[in-house]
């Protein structure tokens, strides 16, 4: 007997976060992860769909960090639940489409999230200057003093 | 990419593909494609470009993500199970466990609605047919609501309407009389009820001098009726008290209409003289442009106001004519009023018992009066397009259930991700409103036109239909109805799709067995129901049908379009013998008979079914009853020699009236059949005697030289009165109407006619010109529009049924495709298939018939009112609706029918 296949069904999902969108709320996620915050980070200038933003934080981390698709597609299951990210409408040229290829884009929350992260780290690098830790050398110049 | 390394990523995929099982089953849903796709780029790139040894650091990479995450999705998901089966708000925050927050409310509905604005721009097919479906609907019931809001529910243009009521004087059997002018002043001497109260009469006048003599509707009334209504002027003032007593003041008042068509909106019209009825009256008052004269069914604005002046002219107590108005006294009820004019009747009946012995005196609300049967009949046509929308809102359902058999994924995980059931239940249901208003919005559009369209077909003498339109009410019932049909069509399918088994719909992907059996079992009820009210509205539709045609097969009259009736007024002057001969209508008979094409033409007071005077006529070997009184209540007319037979009325018995039967001693008169039958039921009745009256001093004698067949004189479906003519006597009534048949068109006639009747006196105008078919085609006007109607919605709901049919046999035989391709494979040849699904289908008209029988009964008193000539379970009716709806029906099922014939048994087993 042969056995029915079941064909998947593509859902359009734009989840509502369980919290309000608001400034507080942007800091009360930080500290993000790696790979989410490298994620948002892909996605701040434009609009990628998943391979393009493996790639994306492969060249950003150069080379460092190379996301698998089960991490990075759990990372989208959550940022997209979380309303910091969302699928967009708009598909590239025909020439270039691929049906099976979803785009994603930040939300103006993502940003914020993102920002506040950014925010964080700056302070902290702040710290580190303060503490001598590190010092305002251009990279890779004062990397024998920082250690 | 060489052919080794293109082996090695197809491979790769395969197994990814394997892999990804170990995530939970909504995850998959939602990301299987891009997972795929993302690992098939990444494979291409690393494989393909660099070779074989970049496998081993690519499957490193997945495979301890894929497990890593893949775990970790389910412990989230049990997590999330357990906590919401524990009553709690739900997991916590995007990326991790945090305090629930409280949502806003307005978010998620404007999430909702959104999402639902998105789901119907994907499926923009679904969407039009529904929005169409609910746009007729509604649009429907917006153009009926439209009629019986200016007709019944918008208040009466006078100052506290519900204050206004009527005064009749009937003797006990009949509901309505008009008062004699000596009752009327004595009730109006006596009452203490009212705080106005007045007294009119509705004639055609004469209005000549500076233009084309004209023939315009006139009220006499005096000056307390004004004041009852509440008129105002918009120019100069309204009758004084002493205008309308005797003398009659020569005054009138003009409406804004004549005002402005015949004399140009004159500002100096108002103190000018005017010519009625060829006397010189002064023009004292214009009324406003609204100003409306409640008559009987009717609410018109009458063209000119004259005084009526009674005093010293006050004639007979036993003529009846006038109509009362009366505006009630403040804290006086209507039943009180009531009684006080009963005592008032009863000593008027001790005082003058030959005329007034048992009559008494009702008080009867004056919208009663102009509303008549309209309200009746405007309910019976507002509920049967009800039935109609009721239709559309079921096949709408059918359809939002059919779509959303696709949606059970989404709604399983909607759910998983602790969306409640009520949750579930808003979004559905903001679709459905969405839908919904959306067709009332165009269902103004469908009502705007329908209305233009009644504008043209509504009967005249439905009161107020010039000013049907669309306003502020109509819009917010459109919108209130689709806001209502939403909820309606709307509310089964979503209890039905959030009412879903979670694990089962993922793993299944589709209805669980039972699931299906109850939703088929509702769209089944669903056809039935329709079926049951299409054959209740189909079965009426044929029955009006039979009625119409009934009604106005007439046959009363021979080629009644080669007859040509006209009518004119004139006063014809009085004098002390009731018989004498009006030679202006002499000659302006000889006149017109000596015209070509002319074949002959007669005059008369009163046409074919119009009312008009009554009187007791005595027929001989009678004796007087008082309590019998109305047995010899007669319609009675002036005749002229030939009219009857220029009318084209066959003469029974006897013969015509001659010019030697209006001399006084030797009078001769016409009755119909009725009267003959009743009053001498076995002898002839030539050559018997009638007096007119019941006392020892009749106001005439004659005897009866011929008798003519039954002609209705009530409208069309009203049986025969007896009925007599006299010869001409002048006296007896100012309008006349000439009827006169020709050879070839009677319209071209008209013009000849005017200049003769112009020839003889310039002041009298001819009017009311058309055949005498004309008539007959006008009476059926109100019968024909509602007819009309029904038909219209029967057709609709037909219609609406047949898609309705169409789709849900479709869906429900897609839905056992798995079963028939079974059948199908296990050898069941064909026909056997087809017997399915039209076995299934003769089943449900039958069913649907069975329970329009019902209906039909239950509903028999009210069919039955608006029918004429046929009773509403008439056994041919009936049958003819049943058959209709059984071929309508198996035509709509034989399409799907046939596609599940065809179906390819291997396809049908694998899409299960």
């Known amino acids: 007997m042969v056995r029915p296949r079941r064909r998947a069904r593509d859902i359009r999902w734009k989840a509502r976060p369980l919290m309000t969108k608001n400034a507080k709320d942007a800091e009360a996620i930080t500290p993000l992860t790696a790979p989410v915050f490298y994620i948002l980070l892909a ?105 | 990419m060489t052919a080794v390394r293109r082996s090695a990523v197809a491979v790769s995929v395969r197994l990814y593909a394997l892999l990804l099982r170990l995530y939970p089953a909504e995850f998959r849903v939602r990301f299987r494609t891009q997972m795929m796709g993302a690992f098939r780029d990444a494979c291409h790139e690393q494989i393909g470009e660099h070779g074989l040894t970049r496998g081993p650091t690519i499957w490193g990479r ?48 404007l999430a909702d609605i959104k ?6 721009r994907r499926n923009p097919g679904f969407t039009a047919v529904v929005v169409l479906t609910l746009a007729l609907g509604i649009g429907a019931n917006t153009a009926i609501f439209s009629v019986m809001r200016t007709v019944l529910l918008r208040p009466f243009p006078y100052p506290e309407a519900d204050e206004l009521v009527t005064l009749w004087t009937p003797k006990p059997g009949f509901a309505f009389n008009p008062l ?55 120019h100069g003032r309204l009758f004084r008290d002493e205008e309308t007593a005797d003398p009659a003041g020569q005054v009138a008042i003009v409406s804004d209409h004549l005002w402005k068509s015949r004399f140009g909106a004159d500002s100096a019209l108002v103190g000018r003289q005017i010519l009625v009825n060829q006397e010189s009256l002064t023009v004292i008052g214009i009324l406003p442009s609204g100003f409306r004269f409640p008559g009987w069914g009717s609410l018109r604005e009458p063209d000119i106001l004259v005084p009526l002046a009674l005093e010293g002219q006050v004639g007979d107590r036993g003529s009846y ?57 405007l309910w019976i046509l507002f509920g049967i397009v009800g039935f109609v929308l009721l239709i559309a809102c079921t096949n709408v359902a059918g359809l939002l259930m059919a779509r959303n058999t696709g949606r059970n994924v989404e709604m399983a995980i909607r759910s998983s991700m602790g969306a409640g059931r009520p949750r579930l239940l808003r979004q559905m249901l903001t679709e459905s409103s969405i839908l919904a208003l959306f067709g009332g919005a165009v269902a103004l559009l469908v009502a705007w036109w329908g209305i233009g369209v009644l504008r043209t077909l509504i009967p005249s003498n439905l009161p107020r239909a010039d000013e049907l339109g669309i306003d502020l009410h109509v819009v917010v019932f459109a919108f209130g109805a689709a806001l209502l049909t939403g909820l309606l069509f709307g509310i089964v399918p979503a209890l039905q799709a959030s009412g879903i088994d979670l694990s089962r719909s993922l793993r299944e992907g589709a209805l669980t067995v039972t699931a299906r059996r109850a939703q088929t079992r509702f769209l089944l009820g669903v056809i039935i129901a329709q079926l049951a009210l299409t054959f209740v509205l189909t079965s ?61 033409a007669g005059a008369t007071t009163r046409l074919p079914l119009q009312t008009g005077w009554t009187a007791g006529i005595m027929p001989e070997g009678h004796t007087h009853e008082p309590e019998e009184a109305n047995r010899y209540f007669t319609y009675i007319g002036c005749a002229s020699p030939d009219y009857l037979g220029a009318l084209g009325v066959d003469l029974l018995q006897g013969r015509d009236l001659l010019p030697q039967d209006s001399m006084q001693g030797s009078l001769g008169v016409l009755v119909n059949r009725t009267y003959a039958e009743q009053a001498w039921p076995e002898e002839s009745p030539l050559g018997k005697r009638v007096q007119g009256g019941f006392t020892a001093d009749p106001w005439f004698e004659a005897a009866v030289v011929g008798v003519f067949d039954d002609v209705r004189q009530n409208g069309l479906e009203e049986g025969t009165e ?24 009677p319209m071209a006639l008209v013009s000849a006619l005017r200049s003769e009747l112009a020839d003889l006196d310039p002041h009298v105008p001819l009017a009311s010109v058309s055949t005498a078919a004309d008539i007959y085609d006008s009476a059926a006007t109100s019968r024909r529009f509602s007819t009309l109607l029904i038909g219209l919605f029967a057709i609709i709901a037909v219609c609406l049924v047949t898609a309705g049919t169409y789709g849900a046999t479709a869906f429900l035989v897609r839905q056992r495709n798995h079963e028939v391709g079974i059948r199908i494979a296990l050898g069941a040849d064909h026909t056997r298939v087809l017997g399915l699904v039209l076995g299934q289908s003769f089943r449900m008209v039958l069913a649907g018939i069975a329970l329009g029988l019902l209906g039909t009964a239950a509903a028999s008193s009210i069919i039955g009112s608006l029918l004429y000539g046929i009773g509403p379970l008439d056994p041919v009716a009936l049958a003819l609706a049943a058959l209709f709806l059984l071929l309508v029906v198996l035509a709509a099922t034989l399409v799907p029918a046939i596609r599940a014939v065809r179906v390819d048994p291997v396809e049908a087993m694998r899409s299960g």
């Open chain 2, 115 to 120: 999402f639902a604005f998105r789901g119907l």
């Open chain 2, 722 to 745: 007896p009925e007599i003519y006299l010869p001409f006597f002048p006296g007896f009534q100012r309008s006349r109407y000439l009827a006169i048949r020709t050879e070839g068109d």
């Open chain 2, 321 to 377: 004519y006038l109509s009362v108005i009366g505006r009630l006294r403040e804290g006086v009820s209507v039943e009180g009023a009531d009684e006080e004019m009963k005592a008032i009747a009863a000593r008027l009946a001790e005082s003058y018992p030959d005329t007034n012995y048992r009559r008494i005196a009702r008080v009867v609300p004056l919208r009663t009066i102009v509303l008549r049967g309209a309200a009746r009949n």
């Open chain 1, 43 to 147: 996605l701040a200038d434009r609009e990628r769909h998943g391979y393009a933003i493996i790639k994306e934080v492969e060249t950003l981390t150069e080379r460092k960090v190379r996301l698998s698709t089960g991490t990075l597609y759990a990372a989208i299951r959550r940022l997209l639940d979380g309303g910091l990210i969302e699928e967009t409408e708009e598909r590239p040229h025909p020439a270039l489409d691929d049906e099976r290829r979803r785009y994603y884009r930040l939300t103006p929350f993502g940003e914020e999230v993102a920002r506040a992260e950014v925010d964080r780290m700056i302070h902290l690098t702040g710290v580190a200057l303060d503490k001598k830790l590190v010092s305002t050398a251009p990279v890779g110049q004062g990397s024998e003093e920082c250690r």
């Open chain 2, 540 to 600: 009426g539709a044929g029955l009006m049908l039979q009625s119409l045609w009934n009604a106005t097969g007439s046959g009363e009259l021979h080629g009644p379009e080669q007859v040509l009736i006209a009518a004119y007024s004139r006063d014809s002057g009085r004098g002390e013998e009731i018989i004498i001969t009006d030679p202006f209508q002499d000659q302006l008979l000889e006149r017109v008979r000596a015209l070509p094409g002319v074949l002959s």
């Open chain 2, 62 to 109: 997945e495979l301890w993500g894929l497990l890593r995450e893949s775990a970790s999705e389910r412990v989230r998901l049990w997590r999330a199970r357990s906590t919401r089966a524990a009553g709690q708000a739900g997991s916590g925050g995007p990326l991790g466990p945090r305090r629930p927050v409280a949502t806003r409310p307005g978010d998620s509905l």
């Open chain 2, 180 to 234: 004699s002018a000596p009752d009327w002043l004595d009730y109006q001497a006596s009452s203490r009820s009212f705080s106005a109260l007045g007294a009119y009469e509705q004639r055609r006048l004469n209005v000549s001098g500076d233009a084309d003599p004209e023939r315009v509707s006139g009220i006499r009334c005096t000056a307390g009726l004004l004041r009852a209504l509440g008129a105002q002027p918009a």
